[in-house]
C-alpha cells in the first residue's frame, strides 16, 4: 500500500496563517478535485477539543485515518507551535513562547504513527522584531493593556523565539529532510504566502487572493486601545476592537511601535540562531543573518502623550457611562408604559365584567 502525504503547516503565529487557512478552506473542493489533496481544517474547534491540543491533535489523526478518498492532506495550525504569549499561572513555564514546540511534535508523531503517512512539515518565520510586534498588538487586540516593555520582559530574548529552535524540535521527530522553511518577509514582497505553501504541496494558488484576516492593529490604535481598556467590559473590547481594525486612524505604513534602536538590538539578538538556521536548510539570503534585512525605517513617529490617550480613554469611558444611563432610564420609562397599559386593560376588563 503507497503511503499517503501528510503537509502540516505549522506557523507561525503573525505569518498569515488565519488568510491562508481560509483560502484553504474555501478551495477544499477544487484542491481534491484538481490536485487529490484534502484540506482538513485542524479539528481544535470540535466539541471536547478546544484548548485542548492533546485532544484535538487525536482529532485530527481520525479525521486523516478515516479519509479514504484522498492521496494527499493538508493541515494547518498556529497552536502547532505552542503558545507565543505569557498566559501567566494557567500554564506551568516551558508551555509559553513556543516552549513547548517539541512536546507537540512528539504528541503529532505518537497520534499519527499507525496511519501509513509520509509527513512534511511547512514552517513560515519572520524576522524577530516585526514579530514580536506583530504579537505585542495581538496581545492589546484581545483585550489587554500592557505596555510593549512589559509584554517584552515576560520572555528572554534571544532565547525564546528561536527559529533554529523551533524548527529542529520538529526536525528530530519527523526529520531534518522533512522540514520545509518558508521566509515570510521573502515570501510577502515576492510571491506571497499563498503561492509559498502551494509550491511545497504542488498546488497552484496564483489565481487566489488571501483574504484579509485577523487584521493588525495600527500603532495609533494600539495605543488608544491600551489605554481605554481598563475601562471597558468585555463586549465593549470586542466591538472597539471591530472599529479599530479598520484603521480609523488613517494611519501611514511606516509607523511603528519598536522603535529602531530596539529593533537592532532584537536582530542582534537573533542573528546567529538565523544564520544557523538559514545555512541548516540551504536557504541563506544575503543579509547579516542570512535571512532577514535589518529594519531600516525612520524613528517612531508616534507622538501622542500618555496624557492624551488617557483623556482619550476618559472620554469614552463618560460616554459609555452616559450610554449606559440613557438605555436604563428608556427601560424604566418603557416598564412604566406597560404598567399603565395593564391599569388600563384591568379597568376595561372590570367595566366589561360590571356590564
Known amino acids: 500500500m503507497t503511503a499517503k502525504t501528510l503537509y502540516i503547516h505549522i506557523g507561525t503565529h503573525k505569518t498569515g ?68 504569549y505569557d498566559i501567566g499561572d494557567e500554564m506551568p513555564l516551558d508551555g509559553q513562547f513556543y516552549r513547548s514546540a517539541g512536546q507537540i511534535a512528539q504528541l503529532l508523531y505518537d497520534a499519527l504513527s499507525p496511519i501509513s503517512l509520509k509527513i512534511q512539515i511547512i514552517l513560515c518565520v519572520r524576522r524577530q522584531d516585526d514579530f514580536l510586534e506583530s504579537a505585542y498588538k495581538q496581545t492589546i487586540q484581545s483585550g489587554g493593556h500592557s505596555s510593549s516593555e512589559d509584554f517584552l520582559a515576560t520572555m528572554e530574548l534571544g532565547k525564546d523565539f528561536r527559529w533554529d529552535a523551533l524548527a529542529a524540535s520538529y526536525a528530530s521527530v519527523f526529520g531534518e529532510e522533512n522540514i520545509s522553511i518558508i521566509n515570510y518577509d521573502m515570501a510577502v ?18 489565481s487566489n487572493t488571501a483574504p484579509r484576516k485577523n487584521v493588525s492593529y495600527s500603532a495609533r490604535a494600539v495605543a488608544f486601545a491600551k489605554e481605554v481598556h481598563p475601562f471597558l467590559t468585555d463586549l465593549q473590547k470586542k466591538k472597539l476592537r471591530f472599529f479599530l481594525q479598520r484603521d480609523v486612524f488613517d494611519e501611514k505604513d511606516d509607523l511603528r511601535i519598536f522603535d529602531p ?18 545555512e541548516k536548510f540551504n536557504i541563506v539570503q544575503d543579509t547579516p543573518d542570512g535571512l532577514f534585512q535589518p529594519y531600516s525605517g525612520s524613528q517612531n513617529s508616534l507622538v501622542e502623550s500618555p496624557n492624551i490617550m488617557l483623556a482619550k480613554s476618559m472620554v469614552i469611558n463618560r460616554e459609555a457611562l ?18 399603565d397599559l395593564r391599569a388600563e386593560i384591568k379597568a376595561i376588563m372590570r367595566q366589561i365584567n360590571d356590564s
Open 322 to 339: 452616559e450610554a449606559h444611563s440613557r438605555l436604563k432610564k428608556a427601560v424604566d420609562e418603557q416598564a412604566l408604559e406597560i404598567m
Open 189 to 206: 514582497s515576492t510571491t506571497g504566502i499563498l503561492n509559498s505553501i502551494g509550491e511545497i504541496i504542488g498546488v497552484d494558488m496564483s
Open 17 to 84: 496563517s488565519t488568510a491562508v487557512q481560509a483560502v484553504f478552506q474555501k478551495n477544499g473542493d477544487r484542491m481534491m478535485h484538481d490536485n487529490g489533496i484534502q484540506f482538513v481544517p485542524f479539528p481544535n474547534e470540535k466539541k471536547g477539543t478546544k484548548g485542548d491540543i492533546f485532544k484535538a491533535i487525536h482529532a485530527l489523526s481520525e479525521d486523516v485515518a478515516e479519509n479514504e478518498d484522498a492521496s494527499k492532506f493538508l493541515v494547518s495550525s498556529e497552536a502547532l507551535c505552542g503558545l507565543y
Open 261 to 278: 534602536m530596539l529593533r537592532a538590538e532584537i536582530y542582534e539578538k537573533y542573528k546567529a540562531s538565523n544564520r544557523a538556521l538559514a
